[in-house]
């Protein structure tokens, strides 16, 4: 099931958006392939620590993240993975390695690859490894106000 707090933002906010139930999948690109979606325009959310502070980083399920990339673009000190501990209390209602791409309705900055601004959509996992939304680019963008950063 969908985040509570992911749906009450989109439908407080009133944007269009399309919810895609699919097969149980941990992984993005597997879910992409299952939802018929190219891997570059599906994003996959990865929580990291940005010099000890909880971070998610935003990126097509077709690539993997560069820490040491991320780190020199930030100009940060240290970049690590978050642990799937912390995930789960950061993030309490979603299932960890679903967490929507919304890091403001947790606190939580929100880095973004520029690769998926290249497409009109993006469709990502909503907190379950059973549900995605699919929305205009755009939108996402004016919603999640992400800081764009190549991952």
């Given at each position: 099931?969908?985040?509570?707090?992911?749906?009450e933002l989109l439908e407080r906010s009133s944007v269009p958006y399309q919810t895609l139930s699919h097969p149980t999948s941990i992984d993005a690109q597997r879910?992409?392939?299952?939802?018929?979606?190219r891997g570059d325009e599906f994003a996959k959310t990865v929580g990291v620590?940005?010099?000890g502070r909880l971070c998610l980083v935003v990126l097509p399920a077709s690539d993997h993240v560069d820490?040491?990339?991320l780190r020199q673009g930030l100009g940060a000190r240290e970049v690590e993975l978050a642990d799937p501990d912390e995930?789960?209390?950061?993030?309490?209602?979603?299932?960890?390695?679903a967490m929507p791409p919304f890091g403001s309705l947790y606190g939580v900055e929100v880095f973004?690859?520029?690769?998926?601004?290249?497409?009109?959509r993006i469709t990502f996992k909503a907190g379950s490894h059973e549900e995605a939304?699919?929305?205009?680019?755009?939108?996402?963008?004016?919603?999640a106000a992400p800081?764009?950063?190549?991952?």
């Amino acid at each position: 099931m969908a985040s509570a707090r992911l749906r009450e933002l989109l439908e407080r906010s009133s944007v269009p958006y399309q919810t895609l139930s699919h097969p149980t999948s941990i992984d993005a690109q597997r879910t992409a392939e299952r939802l018929h979606v190219r891997g570059d325009e599906f994003a996959k959310t990865v929580g990291v620590r940005v010099d000890g502070r909880l971070c998610l980083v935003v990126l097509p399920a077709s690539d993997h993240v560069d820490l040491e990339r991320l780190r020199q673009g930030l100009g940060a000190r240290e970049v690590e993975l978050a642990d799937p501990d912390e995930l789960r209390e950061a993030f309490p209602d979603c299932e960890v390695g679903a967490m929507p791409p919304f890091g403001s309705l947790y606190g939580v900055e929100v880095f973004v690859s520029p690769r998926l601004r290249e497409d009109e959509r993006i469709t990502f996992k909503a907190g379950s490894h059973e549900e995605a939304i699919c929305m205009r680019y755009g939108d996402y963008e004016r919603l999640a106000a992400p800081t764009v950063v190549r991952c």
